[in-house]
């Protein structure tokens, strides 16, 4: 027997929905909902699987994302994407790594919902103008349009510079070391002059509601971390498709994401709310 499709393609699928989302848990619900509309198809009529059920992931992650950004206006502090635990291997594609990472998620955070598919189905996933505006009830000149702007909206707000893994995780590793052992020069050093630092707590564990700015705010903040708490510890992990760090924090897990440029980190992401904690176990599968 020939496997169904959607479960040939469902690592995609989730990965259409979690970029749409930033929600691991989100994209799960939005995947069980396709299934069901899935279940229903007469597939003899459906000549492009793949296409199809990217267009119907795409709305049902339209019609959720509507719905949790209301949500997300009332959340407490700062809303940060749920972490993925992912493998090395997901870095071998630069352009999905990218993609899935927490900097690239947090400016997909700024886009309307139709902004967000549009420049998720184009720039990752390359479908063709048409298909995509059958995704989004809008023409296909429209949907150019707005692919136009979601690009510039994007370039104005990423990480100027592409910087190598071994870079990544060679900076990635010193700032780890330091903040296990709340060496503030050595934190000074690796950080920017203007890095800035976003916590995430839901309300739910304790974190700065406001981001925080300038390497003499934070370095001090997180250089006495170790010492608030009477176990703390740091480990390297791949998260989002890049090196990171998972963190202990009696006993309790976090997570700290980087962007580094020019050999220095520029934005911190800590995630500390419990409920988007859930995937640090196993590796997400991501695939386009």
């Known amino acids: 027997m020939t496997e169904d499709p959607f479960v040939a393609h469902r690592s995609l699928l989730f990965t259409v929905a979690y970029e749409m989302l930033g929600s691991a848990a989100d994209a799960e619900d939005v995947l069980q909902e396709s299934w069901l509309r899935w279940a229903d198809v007469d597939r003899a009529q459906i000549r492009d699987p793949r296409s199809y059920l990217i267009r119907v992931v795409t709305r049902q992650a339209l019609n959720r994302l509507r719905t949790v950004s209301r949500r997300r206006e009332e959340y407490v502090g700062e809303w940060l994407p749920e972490p993925l635990l992912t493998s090395p291997d997901v870095a071998e594609d630069v352009e999905l790594a990218e993609s899935v ?5 947090t400016v997909l955070e700024t886009l309307g919902p139709t902004e967000r598919a549009v420049f ?20 296909a000149a429209a949907v150019r349009q707005v692919a136009r702007r979601a690009r510039e909206h994007v370039a104005a707000r ?4 592409r910087v190598s ?3 990544q995780q060679a900076v990635v590793e010193r700032f780890l070391r330091a903040l296990r052992t709340g060496q503030l020069q050595e934190l000074m050093e690796v950080m920017a002059p203007e890095v800035v630092l976003v916590t995430d707590g839901g309300g739910v564990v304790a974190a700065a509601l406001t981001p925080i700015h300038g390497a003499e705010s934070v370095a001090p903040i997180l250089a006495r971390a170790h010492r608030l708490v009477a176990a703390f510890d740091t480990t390297p992990v791949w998260l989002n498709g890049e090196p ?4 202990e924090i009696d006993g ?3 997570t700290v994401s980087l962007v580094v440029e020019g050999g220095r980190v520029t934005r911190i992401y800590v995630v500390r709310n419990p409920r988007k904690l ?5 590796p997400a599968e991501l695939s386009r």
């Open 158 to 161: 990423r990480p100027r510079v």
């Open 120 to 139: 998720v189905l184009r720039e990752v996933f390359e479908m063709p103008y048409g298909e995509i505006a059958e995704v989004v009830g809008k023409s």
């Open 278 to 282: 859930t995937q640090l176990d196993e």
């Open 101 to 105: 990472s927490m900097a690239m998620l």
């Open 252 to 254: 309790e897990p976090s």
């Open 165 to 167: 893994r071994s870079e």
């Open 244 to 247: 990171a760090g998972r963190l």
